[in-house]
């Protein structure tokens, strides 16, 4: 099966963040055609850049947690192109958190990180599944992260939302599956993005690389390239997973 994305029309969440941008970059190259949203106004030039581009995109600013907002931003995207492919989870807070012991974070900031990183993944999703469920066709990506798997001492908030993503993702790919729509997961390790390198020291980074197979960090490309194999034809028979992408520090 066929790794091209070409008519498919994929919406993206957090698009106008560091990964959202990059995500949005290889997509439309792939000529998907695009719903972008995310909290803050500049979703509306990465949109516009696609379409400076060639491409095709439609772009809202609006609160993932909002259901109103994201219903409204999915029924825009569905009005443009008629059909809806895709779904790509990338909204998510991480950065800017501080590492805590899991006793002193503040209850503000834990209601905070769950509801935008489980209750927005949640509502995107569920606005767009009556769409593929029409359509009898679907891929829904969404972001965990490896921290899952080992445990990252001061983010407990950050890693618990995430380990809700890979359960959601099991119990979404069961419910959704009849229809014909696919639900995966990406569990990244730690990426040279700016928000994780600000965050950590350049020792860190090394022992990080020192325990993995490969001896590297992965990319934010090779994310981006796991999520388009997810969202193509290409990964037909593959729903439920996670797939870990860290340069082989963690093994299942």
């Not at 809806?84 to 991480?94: E, H, P, Q």
């Amino acid at each position: 099966m066929s790794e091209n994305l070409e008519g498919k029309v994929i919406l993206v969440s957090g698009a106008a963040g560091e990964m959202g941008r990059r995500c949005v970059k290889l997509l439309a190259a792939e000529k998907a055609k695009l719903g972008l949203v995310d909290l803050t106004e500049d979703v509306k030039m990465v949109a516009e850049d696609v379409l400076k581009e060639g491409g095709d995109a439609v772009s809202r600013s609006a609160d993932i947690c909002n259901e109103q907002e994201i219903r409204a931003f999915v029924n825009d995207v569905f009005e443009k192109f008629g059909r809806i492919d895709g779904v790509l989870n990338i909204a998510a807070i991480y950065r800017g958190l501080v590492n805590r012991d899991f006793g002193e974070i503040p209850a503000k900031e834990w209601g905070k990180v769950l509801d935008v990183n489980i209750t927005g993944t949640w509502i995107l999703t569920k606005e767009a599944a009556p769409f593929m469920k029409k359509q009898k066709a679907g891929s829904i990506v969404n972001i965990s992260s490896a921290t899952v798997f080992f445990g990252a001492p001061g983010m407990l908030h950050y890693v618990a939302s995430k380990a809700a993503v890979l359960g959601m993702t099991k119990a979404m790919a069961q419910e959704l599956g009849p229809y014909g729509i696919r639900v995966n997961c990406i569990a990244p390790g730690l990426l040279p993005t700016e928000s994780s390198l600000e965050r950590i020291s350049d020792e860190y980074v090394g022992k990080i690389k020192a325990t993995a197979a490969l001896r590297k960090l992965a990319s934010p490309d090779d994310i981006i390239e796991t999520a388009k194999f997810f969202l193509s034809d290409a990964s037909n028979s593959i729903t439920g997973q996670t797939l870990i992408v860290d340069g082989g520090r963690v093994f299942l």
